[in-house]
């Protein structure tokens, strides 16, 4: 099975070059070629030290393999999927089969249809694909729809999954596909939801979802508040039911692993249910059948029925990939056995990955498989050494030591899995926590003390409620305090850590060092025990000399991911793909920064701060905003600031002096105090320095406030589009302007007072609505290149044609963040360039 190894990395280095060639191609060749290197290595080591012709072309067939396999097959003309029948500016009715139960989550709830027919203008047409549709309105007001139910949803735009094009924005298209989704769209109105029948789902799929169903009630009806949302995390990887806060408490903890079921919940289950059912097996065979008893017939049939019972849980808790492998290395371990097969972890660890990888090789690229099989693989490696070392005292320190090496063995999977997975949770979530390794040394042998009995609770409790109901009262006790001790632990202070995205270079680097430590360590060990001679030290020593190099560099690029910071010094104006609403990020050349508005999504359906800005932030290796400005309060400009600055440091709040104090942004100011961040004013007509660049508040002054609102009292009322602020950007000879959410009015009053409104690039007013960006004012502002931000295929029509071609008749380039992604703008002060990150 051993050989098995360099087929896998050969398809391996296949894959990640297709998929990551695009992003980085020095990337994507160094990992390549690294597992590609290694599989030739081992492939001379097992034919003893010779080339053999078939088995090099055996792997170059691999290679191949691995090269094609991630490419997608596009709908090809004719087909029937709804990618090819989607007119995403129109409002459709769609039939389908409700595929998966409904999940109510964030205050709306969300469907799965497998789609039948589609049906815009004309005749319906049949169709294939799934869709997801998220009903927004009132949730009392919802049917409950079953699996299998047949159904009619009318007046719904269906959309394919797009991204919001950013510099380190999370796939959110890629991730859709990968979860076999096609289309999107949401609904308002209970009423759009007709059911015209029911099509019974097979059998085993009905049989688990009541199964599943009757242990959330059972645990609804014992359980309350954070226990009971802990508790089906916890058990049934149903983690929808946790608050955001609880989450990110288990997040800053370390123990957010714990929440998703994985192989510390299978192996638990598969370990729990051999030490039950092995006595029990022997027993009858020793009493019945010794014969089958001597031949070591329990211990199969044991491997047997453990084999059904994590195959059983596997799909109650559904195969997501980290419960998906943990269930291939059971599987595979197990079948060793029934199988008369010599088998390892490592042998079943590879079977597992390479399953996963020809089924869809995809799943290289998803958060969960990489870290995933980085913590199985390091563990085994940490194993290995400990193994090799031959150095533990436990070996002579007998039963008293028994307690010592639950402790010991518990050390190093934690260190381990944890220095193994540190890359991708920086990566993919920026957040690392600092106690992680402590508290999994309590947390990790408590949850598989707990794990067990609870489960047991809750399959007792499908053929008597009476005593599954007592013993999950029970366990509530210790499931509380495990709850309360994450969020004890969550609250020291340093407990976790945000941090930036270092350089790509940086992962080679850390592995190398991570890998190479405990490699020098086993070199020295050997060497002291069968000697050395000068050739054998020098090698040490330069090993020695690389991990310490190693080590300043993985420090340095951690700390300041910029390192070396060569980029010459330009203002740069970032004008952010945040949807339907506006975040202007400004880097001055001084490094200073400062974020105009924020986004914001309707009802908050997503985090924009959270999930847009602070990502793209880390993605420029950037820790910490100088300086925050919100021009309205509008859903679409202010939502993304207030997440943001909950947990992103910021330095100073910026206002303007003689601002309405307008609700929300009186609360943000609020907010900004009780985080000690200091606030500053600025006149409207006085410049703020940044460095050699000035930013000019020109709008609203209060004459304008005066003479629109009167004597009204200024509590009373909300920041309008045309009371928004109005920024203007001068660095040398080059010039912005930031119109906000201005419409008519605010530009006639700017064009009254002779403000200087004559710039080489403009934000375009209100998102380039038709109640803005009138014909004096675009005169007036004569720019070369406009740039409108708004919402792909928006309710709102913007922008709107006729002020698009307006400016296309002035002279402007036009740049669009629904198709062009994130617009930059870079410029030393002389000339200036755009760019957009990316187009449709």
Same mark, same amino acid.
């Given at each position: 099975?051993?050989?098995?190894?360099?087929?896998?990395?050969?398809?391996?280095?296949?894959?990640?070059?297709?998929?990551?060639?695009?992003?980085?191609?020095?990337?994507?060749?160094?990992?390549?070629?690294?597992?590609?290197?290694?599989?030739?290595?081992?492939?001379?080591?097992?034919?003893?030290?010779?080339?053999?012709?078939?088995?090099?072309?055996?792997?170059?067939?691999?290679?191949?393999?691995?090269?094609?396999?991630?490419?997608?097959?596009?709908?090809?003309?004719?087909?029937?999927?709804?990618?090819?029948?989607?007119?995403?500016?129109?409002?459709?009715?769609?039939?389908?089969?409700?595929?998966?139960?409904?999940?109510?989550?964030?205050?709306?709830?969300?469907?799965?249809?497998?789609?039948?027919?589609?049906?815009?203008?004309?005749?319906?047409?049949?169709?294939?694909?799934?869709?997801?549709?998220?009903?927004?309105?009132?949730?009392?007001?919802?049917?409950?729809?079953?699996?299998?139910?047949?159904?009619?949803?009318?007046?719904?735009?269906?959309?394919?999954?797009?991204?919001?094009?950013?510099?380190?924005?999370?796939?959110?298209?890629?991730?859709?596909?990968?979860?076999?989704?096609?289309?999107?769209?949401?609904?308002?109105?209970?009423?759009?939801?007709?059911?015209?029948?029911?099509?019974?789902?097979?059998?085993?799929?009905?049989?688990?979802?009541?199964?599943?169903?009757?242990?959330?009630?059972?645990?609804?009806?014992?359980?309350?508040?954070?226990?009971?949302?802990?508790?089906?995390?916890?058990?049934?990887?149903?983690?929808?039911?946790?608050?955001?806060?609880?989450?990110?408490?288990?997040?800053?903890?370390?123990?957010?692993?714990?929440?998703?079921?994985?192989?510390?919940?299978?192996?638990?289950?598969?370990?729990?249910?051999?030490?039950?059912?092995?006595?029990?097996?022997?027993?009858?065979?020793?009493?019945? $059948?010794? =014969?089958?008893?001597?031949?070591?017939? %329990?211990?199969?049939?044991? &491997? +047997?029925?453990? *084999? !059904? #019972?994590?195959?059983?849980?596997?799909?109650?808790?559904?195969?997501?990939?980290?419960?998906?492998?943990?269930?291939?290395?059971?599987?595979?371990?197990?079948?060793?056995?029934? $199988?008369? =097969?010599?088998?390892?972890?490592?042998? %079943?660890?590879?079977?597992? &990955? +390479?399953?996963? *990888? !020809? #089924?869809?090789?995809?799943?290289?690229?998803?958060?969960?498989?990489?870290?995933?099989?980085?913590?199985?693989?390091?563990?085994?490696?940490?194993?290995?050494?400990?193994?090799?070392?031959?150095?533990?005292?436990?070996?002579?320190?007998?039963?008293?030591?028994?307690?010592?090496?639950?402790?010991?063995?518990?050390?190093?999977?934690?260190?381990?899995?944890?220095?193994?997975?540190?890359?991708?949770?920086?990566?993919?979530?920026?957040?690392?926590?600092?106690?992680?390794?402590?508290?999994?040394?309590?947390?990790?042998?408590?949850?598989?003390?707990?794990?067990?009995?609870?489960?047991?609770?809750?399959?007792?409790?499908?053929?008597?409620?009476?005593?599954?109901?007592?013993?999950?009262?029970?366990?509530?006790?210790?499931?509380?305090?495990?709850?309360?001790?994450?969020?004890?632990?969550?609250?020291?202070?340093?407990?976790?850590?945000?941090?930036?995205?270092?350089?790509?270079?940086?992962?080679?680097?850390?592995?190398?060092?991570?890998?190479?430590?405990?490699?020098?360590?086993?070199?020295?060990?050997?060497?002291?025990?069968?000697?050395?001679?000068?050739?054998?030290?020098?090698?040490?020593?330069?090993?020695?000399?690389?991990?310490?190099?190693?080590?300043?560099?993985?420090?340095?690029?951690?700390?300041?991911?910029?390192?070396?910071?060569?980029?010459?010094?330009?203002?740069?104006?970032?004008?952010?793909?945040?949807?339907?609403?506006?975040?202007?990020?400004?880097?001055?050349?001084?490094?200073?920064?400062?974020?105009?508005?924020?986004?914001?999504?309707?009802?908050?359906?997503?985090?924009?701060?959270?999930?847009?800005?602070?990502?793209?932030?880390?993605?420029?290796?950037?820790?910490?905003?100088?300086?925050?400005?919100?021009?309205?309060?509008?859903?679409?400009?202010?939502?993304?600031?207030?997440?943001?600055?909950?947990?992103?440091?910021?330095?100073?709040?910026?206002?303007?002096?003689?601002?309405?104090?307008?609700?929300?942004?009186?609360?943000?100011?609020?907010?900004?105090?009780?985080?000690?961040?200091?606030?500053?004013?600025?006149?409207?007509?006085?410049?703020?320095?940044?460095?050699?660049?000035?930013?000019?508040?020109?709008?609203?002054?209060?004459?304008?406030?005066?003479?629109?609102?009167?004597?009204?009292?200024?509590?009373?009322?909300?920041?309008?589009?045309?009371?928004?602020?109005?920024?203007?950007?001068?660095?040398?000879?080059?010039?912005?302007?930031?119109?906000?959410?201005?419409?008519?009015?605010?530009?006639?009053?700017?064009?009254?007072?002779?403000?200087?409104?004559?710039?080489?690039?403009?934000?375009?007013?209100?998102?380039?609505?038709?109640?803005?960006?009138?014909?004096?004012?675009?005169?007036?502002?004569?720019?070369?290149?406009?740039?409108?931000?708004?919402?792909?295929?928006?309710?709102?029509?913007?922008?709107?044609?006729?002020?698009?071609?307006?400016?296309?008749?002035?002279?402007?380039?036009?740049?669009?963040?629904?198709?062009?992604?994130?617009?930059?703008?870079?410029?030393?002060?002389?000339?200036?360039?755009?760019?957009?990150?990316?187009?449709?």
């Amino acid at each position: 099975m051993n050989s098995l190894l360099p087929w896998f990395l050969g398809y391996f280095s296949g894959i990640v070059f297709s998929i990551f060639s695009g992003e980085s191609l020095w990337f994507s060749l160094l990992v390549s070629l690294s597992a590609l290197g290694l599989s030739v290595y081992i492939l001379y080591e097992i034919c003893g030290r010779r080339w053999q012709a078939n088995k090099l072309l055996v792997l170059a067939g691999c290679l191949a393999f691995g090269l094609l396999a991630p490419g997608q097959r596009s709908p090809e003309p004719g087909d029937a999927n709804v990618l090819h029948h989607l007119q995403e500016s129109q409002r459709a009715i769609i039939k389908g089969v409700v595929a998966e139960p409904p999940k109510g989550l964030d205050g709306k709830i969300s469907h799965l249809i497998d789609l039948s027919s589609i049906q815009y203008a004309g005749e319906a047409k049949p169709v294939t694909g799934r869709a997801r549709i998220n009903f927004y309105g009132s949730l009392y007001s919802l049917k409950s729809l079953k699996m299998g139910d047949r159904v009619r949803i009318k007046r719904v735009r269906l959309k394919q999954p797009r991204n919001l094009k950013n510099p380190g924005g999370f796939d959110y298209a890629r991730y859709l596909r990968f979860s076999g989704i096609q289309a999107t769209g949401g609904i308002s109105k209970s009423g759009q939801i007709e059911v015209l029948g029911h099509e019974p789902p097979p059998f085993y799929a009905t049989f688990l979802e009541r199964v599943r169903a009757a242990m959330l009630r059972q645990i609804d009806r014992n359980l309350q508040g954070e226990t009971a949302a802990l508790v089906k995390a916890l058990a049934l990887g149903e983690r929808r039911f946790l608050s955001e806060e609880t989450y990110e408490t288990f997040k800053a903890s370390g123990l957010a692993h714990l929440l998703a079921v994985s192989g510390l919940h299978l192996g638990v289950i598969a370990g729990a249910a051999f030490f039950i059912i092995y006595p029990i097996i022997f027993k009858i065979l020793w009493r019945w $059948l010794p =014969r089958y008893a001597h031949a070591g017939h %329990a211990r199969k049939w044991t &491997a +047997f029925l453990c *084999l !059904l #019972c994590v195959l059983f849980y596997g799909m109650i808790v559904g195969l997501k990939i980290s419960a998906l492998r943990a269930g291939l290395m059971v599987f595979f371990y197990l079948a060793a056995i029934l $199988l008369n =097969r010599n088998n390892t972890l490592f042998q %079943a660890f590879l079977l597992a &990955a +390479f399953a996963i *990888l !020809l #089924c869809n090789p995809q799943a290289v690229v998803s958060a969960g498989f990489q870290l995933s099989f980085s913590a199985v693989l390091f563990i085994l490696l940490a194993l290995k050494f400990v193994d090799s070392m031959k150095v533990d005292p436990v070996d002579r320190m007998g039963e008293r030591s028994r307690f010592y090496r639950f402790f010991y063995g518990t050390a190093v999977i934690s260190l381990a899995a944890y220095l193994g997975t540190l890359p991708f949770l920086i990566f993919h979530f920026h957040q690392i926590s600092l106690i992680g390794v402590l508290a999994n040394l309590v947390a990790v042998p408590f949850t598989s003390i707990v794990l067990p009995p609870l489960m047991a609770a809750l399959a007792v409790g499908l053929v008597w409620e009476g005593l599954g109901d007592l013993l999950l009262l029970v366990l509530s006790g210790p499931l509380s305090l495990l709850l309360l001790s994450c969020k004890v632990l969550a609250s020291f202070p340093y407990a976790s850590a945000f941090v930036p995205t270092p350089p790509k270079a940086w992962l080679p680097v850390y592995y190398f060092l991570v890998l190479g430590v405990p490699w020098f360590i086993y070199e020295n060990h050997r060497l002291a025990i069968v000697g050395s001679d000068a050739k054998q030290k020098l090698k040490q020593n330069y090993l020695a000399a690389g991990l310490t190099l190693s080590l300043v560099m993985a420090v340095v690029w951690l700390v300041w991911p910029r390192f070396p910071d060569w980029k010459p010094r330009l203002l740069t104006v970032a004008v952010l793909d945040v949807g339907q609403g506006e975040s202007i990020f400004i880097e001055f050349p001084d490094r200073q920064t400062l974020l105009v508005d924020g986004g914001g999504f309707y009802k908050n359906s997503l985090d924009v701060g959270k999930a847009v800005l602070a990502p793209f932030l880390w993605d420029r290796g950037i820790r910490k905003l100088d300086y925050i400005l919100a021009t309205h309060s509008d859903q679409d400009h202010i939502s993304g600031l207030e997440s943001l600055v909950r947990f992103f440091p910021v330095g100073h709040y910026l206002d303007l002096e003689g601002r309405s104090r307008d609700p929300r942004i009186f609360e943000m100011g609020e907010e900004a105090r009780r985080r000690g961040i200091p606030q500053v004013f600025a006149k409207a007509g006085g410049a703020l320095q940044f460095g050699e660049v000035h930013i000019t508040p020109l709008h609203p002054n209060p004459d304008f406030i005066k003479r629109r609102f009167g004597k009204r009292k200024k509590s009373k009322y909300k920041i309008s589009n045309n009371r928004s602020v109005v920024l203007r950007i001068d660095y040398k000879k080059f010039s912005m302007l930031l119109a906000a959410d201005v419409e008519r009015e605010a530009e006639e009053y700017l064009l009254e007072r002779g403000a200087p409104l004559d710039v080489d690039v403009l934000k375009a007013p209100h998102h380039g609505s038709r109640y803005s960006s009138t014909a004096d004012f675009i005169a007036a502002a004569s720019p070369e290149a406009v740039v409108f931000s708004s919402g792909y295929l928006n309710g709102f029509g913007h922008p709107h044609r006729r002020v698009v071609d307006d400016y296309r008749r002035a002279g402007a380039q036009i740049w669009r963040t629904d198709r062009d992604g994130a617009v930059f703008i870079e410029t030393d002060g002389e000339s200036f360039k755009i760019r957009g990150h990316g187009h449709l």
